[in-house]
């Protein structure tokens, strides 16, 4: 399965975004998880073949599980998924998350410094909910972000990301995304950006995760490189019904400093950057959220 064809936005007319934000002002949580779990859960599975058929393998081939409990593992998978999702609805309603943070002091030293930094974030755990439980009044925050995500979503994200001084850079064909970004750097900002999506780029490093070879988009690591700017790893890991434990991880790879040019920095970064999602994998092993056959030559 090619890459460009699961693009992760979320599914659903206006009107049905509308009424699950409704939903959550009014009903609880976990109320709303256990539905979901027993009706929706087992016909997405059902309907979205292909994407089963990723995180099914992914247990198999990646973890080693037996048939029986990489069938368990993938349902409790996609039940993840599916609270992650909830939990962005539930905060579009109003409803608060608490955080425990592990590796707080990695962020402070480059958020009460000088100079701007870059986030590297992933499809693993809820990443997007550090943006709507986080108060960032120090450093202005841009977020880059790929098009074509549902409208009612996308204005609920807009809402909440400038309550919390977040602005959204959209990439786009013209490639003006590319000026923002280096705007945004020059004047000190923090960016993030996801390390772990090709988006049909053609350019990629080739890295090892999990025991296999995947290809991390170059990207996110060229900017890091080129602007010669600290960056770090952040993983949002649900834990509870309202509770994430985020994960802050330096990305400093060995001999990085040592290194003269652009071009051999790139890989050292990504490199890095997959040994942290690696050791989260390991951890947290059904957070994983990239619905297509992520590494090559696991036919």
């Not at 368990?72 to 998350?97: C, E, P, S, W």
């Not at 330096?250 to 942290?276: M, N, S, T, V, W």
Request: proline share 3%.
């Amino acid at each position: 399965m090619e890459h460009a064809r699961w693009q992760g936005n979320t599914d659903g007319s206006t009107a049905m975004h509308r009424a699950l934000i409704w939903l959550m002002r009014h009903i609880s949580l976990r109320l709303v998880y256990a539905f979901m779990a027993v009706f929706v859960v087992p016909v997405y599975m059902l309907v979205n073949r292909a994407g089963y058929r990723a995180i099914y393998r992914y247990f198999r081939r990646r973890h080693g599980l037996g048939r029986l409990r990489a069938f368990g593992m993938t349902y409790r998978n996609h039940y993840r998924f599916g609270q992650v999702i909830l939990d962005r609805f539930a905060a579009y309603a109003g409803k608060r998350f608490e955080f425990e943070i592990d590796g707080e002091s990695d962020f402070d030293s480059l958020y009460y410094s000088p100079g701007s930094f870059i986030i590297l974030g992933s499809h693993v755990g809820n990443y997007e909910m550090v943006g709507y439980s986080f108060d960032l009044t120090r450093k202005h925050f841009n977020v880059v972000m790929f098009g074509g995500e549902a409208q009612e979503v996308m204005a609920n994200k807009v809402r909440l990301f400038n309550s919390h001084n977040i602005d959204i850079i959209t990439v786009a064909d013209d490639l003006s995304h590319v000026f923002q970004i280096n705007r945004a750097l020059d004047a000190g900002d923090i960016l993030s950006i996801h390390g772990d999506r090709l988006f049909g780029s053609p350019r990629y490093v080739e890295c090892e995760l999990l025991g296999a070879t995947a290809r991390l988009p170059m990207g996110p690591y060229a900017i890091a490189a080129q602007r010669d700017v600290p960056a770090i790893a952040m993983f949002a890991i649900k834990l509870a019904t309202r509770r994430y434990r985020l994960y802050i991880r330096p990305i400093r790879p060995e001999g990085y400093a040592l290194a003269r040019r652009i071009r051999d920095k790139i890989p050292l970064l990504a490199r890095e950057f997959a040994r942290q999602i690696d050791d989260i994998l390991t951890r947290h092993p059904e957070q994983w959220f990239n619905y297509y056959d992520f590494w090559q030559n696991d036919d």
